[in-house]
């Protein structure tokens, strides 16, 4: 690391929900139960899987970075469940608009999550660089 490279830091608490919401609890329970179809824990493990990473994205709004990852991950379970829902209730494979199999729902989500990645990568990552660099200054 140089000398006099800006140091990127993220609040403790933040850290430690994330660590208790992505890695260890909610998620884990959740796409266990879609493997194993538990319908039931699988589909009543949604809401607060989701609930806590949409108040992750809320409480690190004020960095773009920060908060345009934490909506991806919230888009990225929101499909993850559709997904598993798709798959518990049988419509994943049936056809939908003579094209569409019900599973391609969770294109929806996934796409909106890969857009606000991508609207951070193309022009809200320039800025927050610029404003780290005047920082440093």
């Given at each position: 690391?140089?000398?006099?490279?800006?140091?990127?830091?993220?609040?403790?608490?933040?850290?430690?929900?994330?660590?208790?919401?992505?890695?260890?609890?909610?998620?884990?329970?959740?796409?266990?139960?879609?493997?194993?179809?538990?319908?039931?824990?699988?589909?009543?493990?949604?809401?607060?899987?989701?609930?806590?990473?949409?108040?992750?994205?809320?409480?690190?709004?004020?960095?773009?970075?920060?908060?345009?990852?934490?909506?991806?991950?919230?888009?990225?379970?929101?499909?993850?469940?559709?997904?598993?829902?798709?798959?518990?209730?049988?419509?994943?494979?049936?056809?939908?608009f003579g094209l569409f199999e019900g599973k391609y729902l969770a294109?929806?989500?996934?796409?909106?999550?890969?857009?606000?990645?991508?609207?951070?990568?193309?022009?809200?990552?320039?800025?927050?660089?610029?404003?780290?660099?005047?920082?440093?200054s």
């Amino acid at each position: 690391m140089k000398q006099n490279e800006p140091m990127y830091q993220i609040p403790a608490r933040h850290r430690r929900m994330e660590n208790l919401h992505i890695d260890i609890a909610f998620w884990l329970v959740k796409d266990i139960s879609w493997c194993m179809v538990w319908k039931l824990l699988g589909i009543l493990m949604i809401m607060p899987t989701l609930s806590v990473a949409i108040f992750i994205a809320w409480r690190t709004r004020h960095l773009a970075s920060e908060l345009s990852h934490n909506l991806a991950i919230a888009c990225w379970i929101g499909a993850n469940s559709v997904w598993m829902i798709s798959e518990f209730f049988g419509f994943d494979e049936r056809i939908f608009f003579g094209l569409f199999e019900g599973k391609y729902l969770a294109m929806i989500p996934f796409t909106i999550g890969a857009a606000i990645l991508f609207y951070y990568y193309a022009c809200q990552r320039k800025q927050d660089t610029g404003e780290a660099l005047r920082a440093t200054s």
